[in-house]
């Protein structure tokens, strides 16, 4: 499967964003999708996944109750809605998939084989 990772921007302290993963390529319902990011300077970091199938959500503690992630089997596309966005959650943020994905893998950027190019969101004060 392909990614292509979008929405990425400049938004305001406190505003909100929409990123979208879409996948090519057939069997995509049978894909876990995560999102991570990399802020500059430090390690890439989980933010969220979708279990393929049942669509079962993961959420990192510091975006719980911010962020919302959402896929459409249909459009093979998964969504990261992020709302209340501070300065800290300015990064580069990556799309992954991985098939069939155990329940405890989701937040382990090891066991994700595709990737997307990545998009930068800013988040200024």
């Known amino acids: 499967v392909q990614l292509q990772a979008s929405g990425g921007g400049l938004v305001q302290a406190g505003g909100s964003r929409r990123l979208s993963c879409s996948a090519s390529g057939r069997g995509f319902i049978n894909y876990s999708v995560a999102w991570f990011r990399q802020a500059p300077g430090k390690e890439r970091e989980f933010v969220s996944a979708?279990?393929?199938?049942?669509?079962?959500?993961y959420y990192s503690d510091f975006v719980k109750g911010r962020f919302t992630i959402s896929r459409d089997n249909e459009k093979k596309t998964v969504y990261l809605q992020m709302n209340m966005l501070q300065p800290e959650d300015t990064a580069v943020y990556y799309c992954?998939?991985?098939?069939?994905?155990?329940?405890?893998?989701?937040?382990?950027?090891?066991?994700?084989?595709?990737w997307g190019q990545g998009t930068l969101v800013t988040v200024s004060s």
């Open positions: 992954a998939a991985a098939s069939f994905l155990h329940d405890d893998y989701h937040t382990v950027e090891r066991y994700y084989n595709f």
């Open positions: 979708v279990k393929y199938g049942v669509g079962t959500t």
